[in-house]
């Protein structure tokens, strides 16, 4: 019986582990790639990767990176940020799609890869099936793979946390809830929120 890789939201497992290996993790960013470039005007994905604070976040960001441009596709990196804010700026940014590099709240030593489409939802199952027939197929084949100046490339979006917090703060904001004069006790728990959180409710007095 075939493995079936993706869950109840995205990919999961504990780093190091099958599947949550670099080498997986870049075939997968390849049939993302494929996937998505078909909602491209361009005829390449232009997807948009985030992640939160562990450790793993890095590695496995330059792998699933590295799937994209090896199919032509471009990865904007908008670094350690909120899953939501993924899901907004997938839209504002006009990507084809999003990557969400989090296991939730899963231990700290698993990791996981959550894939949005281009209006910021989680695919449908059809086309994680069709992600799912893809690595079973065994991913792209020589003649598929660009080369040369047809290979994709990684540009930072350094502005993607401050986007966020301006969304959510004028969000709060247009609903006339107005802050001034509470005293928050904010935890970011160690995690993602911690760079946009804190600066949102100062915003908001």
Do not use: W
């Not at 959550?114 to 991913?139: R, S, T």
């Amino acid at each position: 019986m075939t493995r079936r890789y993706f869950g109840t939201d995205g990919v999961r497992g504990r780093v190091g582990k099958a599947p949550m290996t670099p080498d997986f993790v870049l075939r997968l960013g390849q049939a993302a790639g494929r996937v998505l470039r078909r909602q491209s005007l361009t005829g390449h994905a232009t997807v948009l990767i985030g992640k939160d604070t562990r450790l793993s976040g890095d590695m496995l960001e330059s792998a699933v990176a590295s799937g994209i441009m090896s199919m032509g596709g471009t990865a904007l990196l908008a670094g350690i940020i909120p899953t939501p804010a993924i899901a907004l700026l997938v839209r504002e940014l006009h990507c084809d799609g999003g990557i969400v590099i989090s296991a939730s709240h899963n231990p700290p030593e698993y990791n996981g890869i959550k894939l949005f489409d281009g209006q910021g939802f989680k695919l449908p199952d059809a086309v994680e099936d069709e992600i799912e027939a893809y690595l079973a197929a065994g991913g792209p084949s020589a003649d598929e793979l660009p080369n040369g100046d047809e290979v994709g490339v990684a540009l930072p979006v350094d502005d993607a946390c401050e986007l966020y917090i301006a969304h959510a703060v004028s969000t709060v904001a247009g609903e006339g809830i107005d802050f001034a004069g509470l005293k928050v006790a904010l935890d970011a728990g160690h995690g993602a929120s911690c760079m946009t959180s804190a600066e949102a409710l100062r915003r908001l007095g």
